[in-house]
């Protein structure tokens, strides 16, 4: 899965300044806060609240991968589950 987040959906020191997302450093997902934390300038800060938008982030069955700059936040998330025992539509329908 894919989720975009556009600059100006970030705390508004960076929605008003979107260059300033190119410097950021040490770009993450923190589960506890359930936000996207960085380092600018030194200074560690959450720059995107998932709660905003309702998402719960979690990290038991998922990985991802984060790129940013000034368009924003791209996240690619992937599951690490193993659905291979997974029931399929058509056969709950027939138990």
Known sequence: ???Y???????PELSESPELVSM??????DYATNTIDAV??????????????????QNRW????INWGEAGITLYLWSTKDISER???????TH
């Open 24 to 29: 950021l450093r040490q770009v993450g997902i």
């Open 62 to 65: 998922q990985n991802y991968t």
């Open 1 to 3: 899965m894919i989720i």
């Open 40 to 57: 600018l300038n030194d200074t560690m800060m959450s720059i995107f609240y998932f709660s905003d938008y309702d998402i719960k982030m």
């Open 87 to 93: 029931i399929t539509y058509q056969e709950k329908l």
């Open 5 to 11: 987040i556009p600059v100006k959906d970030l705390v």
